[in-house]
């Protein structure tokens, strides 16, 4: 059991570009989850997946926000066009079945929007 | 709709001394689970406990301890004889019907030597 994993885990872009994030979920775990933090705040739930199902998104998720985990394994979270306001930390998490199973979170990737 | 307040902003302890976390939750949710997590400095949020709605003993794990009561919707965490090491911010969590966790604003706990 290696843990939940992200890359990168820092990134620096410049506003109105591009950005995608990689989660890798503990093996066997089929629920993984986004959340997004800010400083000084708690984090807030982005979107749920169910093996390649994309199951739960949250009002947080604009149209600029894009979660995919094709094969049921790894998940990408691209940002389009970023802005200022996106600068926070995103936090990757996983667990397996059944519901109600505690979540165990990756170190996260660290988005600055300049 | 789901909400989880942590009224302690930051606590500050002198080593070995108690400390009491406060957590209290909102839920119309008949099932849910709450949950505690640590985050150290170095930002990975850390698994430290779950409890289930229908279980209400409190749950103790060496200097940790946790008080769960339905009544007050109140689910406190208590370190017992602080160390520097415990030094973190601590969200409790509430997990509802639904998938997702809601986190409140966490207290910030600092222990000094």
């Known amino acids: 059991d290696t843990g939940v994993s992200q890359n990168p885990r820092h990134k620096i872009t410049k506003r109105g570009q591009n950005v995608t994030f990689r989660c890798d979920p503990i093996s066997e775990h089929n629920r993984l989850y986004w959340y997004r933090q800010t400083l000084g705040q708690g984090p807030e739930f982005l979107t749920y997946?169910?093996?390649?199902?994309?199951?739960?998104k949250s009002r947080l998720l604009s149209d600029r926000f894009s979660a995919e985990r094709p094969k049921g394994s790894f998940s990408t979270l691209e940002i389009q066009r970023t802005e200022q306001g996106d600068s926070a930390m995103y936090l990757c998490?996983?667990?397996?079945?059944?519901?109600?199973?505690?979540?165990?979170f990756g170190p996260g990737t660290r988005l600055t929007v300049t | 709709a789901q909400k989880v307040t942590q009224a302690q902003t930051e606590i500050s302890v002198v080593e070995k001394e108690d400390v009491t976390l406060d957590c209290v939750y909102e839920t119309r949710d008949t099932t849910y689970y709450l949950f505690w997590y640590k985050q150290p400095p170095s930002g990975e949020l850390v698994f430290l406990i779950r409890r289930n709605s229908f279980d209400e003993q409190n749950e103790i794990s060496g200097r940790y301890s946790w008080n769960f009561q339905k009544s007050t919707s109140s689910f406190n965490f208590t370190i017992t004889a602080s160390q520097v090491v415990d030094s973190a911010v601590y969200f409790c969590a509430l997990r509802p019907a639904g998938n997702m966790l809601t986190f409140g604003g966490g207290t910030r706990l600092m222990v000094k030597p």
């Open positions: 998490a996983s667990s397996p079945s059944p519901a109600g199973h505690e979540q165990y």
């Open positions: 997946f169910q093996n390649e199902a994309q199951l739960e």
